[in-house]
């Protein structure tokens, strides 16, 4: 069964960084898209940031772009996420999700059907 274990997440004063951290197991990793996805309340889980299955492709939401940093170590099975310059608005439960590589590019959020438990961020102002 897909496992995904989110962690890194925690409380933050504006400006500051976080480090998440995303581990897979009883998977082929490599044979998947990674992605960040977020709950802001209120409000229906937003693509964050997503990589391919070799990390050579990276995409961020508008709002992450030039703070935010997504990688993944395939020997460790491991996606992650820096976030930088953080604002009171990027307060959120983050989640960890894959796509299948046959179920198209990593590109799309259509396929993101595996997710994590999440990990909360929260930033002070």
């Known amino acids: 069964q897909v496992q995904l274990v989110e962690s890194g997440g925690g409380l933050v004063q504006a400006g500051g960084s976080l480090r998440l951290s995303c581990s897979v197991s009883r998977l082929p990793f490599r044979q998947f898209h990674m992605g960040w996805f977020r709950r802001i309340p209120g409000k229906e889980r937003e693509l964050v940031a997503t990589i391919s299955y070799d990390g050579g492709d990276t995409q961020y939401a508008e709002s992450a772009k030039g703070r935010f940093t997504i990688s993944r170590d395939n020997a460790k099975n491991t996606v992650y996420l820096q976030m930088n310059s953080l604002h009171p608005e990027d307060t959120a439960v983050y989640y960890c999700?894959?796509?299948?590589?046959?179920?198209?590019?990593?590109?799309?959020?259509?396929?993101?059907?595996?997710w994590g438990q999440g990990t909360q961020v929260t930033v002070a102002s």
């Open positions: 999700a894959l796509k299948p590589r046959s179920s198209g590019s990593f590109y799309y959020q259509e396929g993101y059907g595996y």
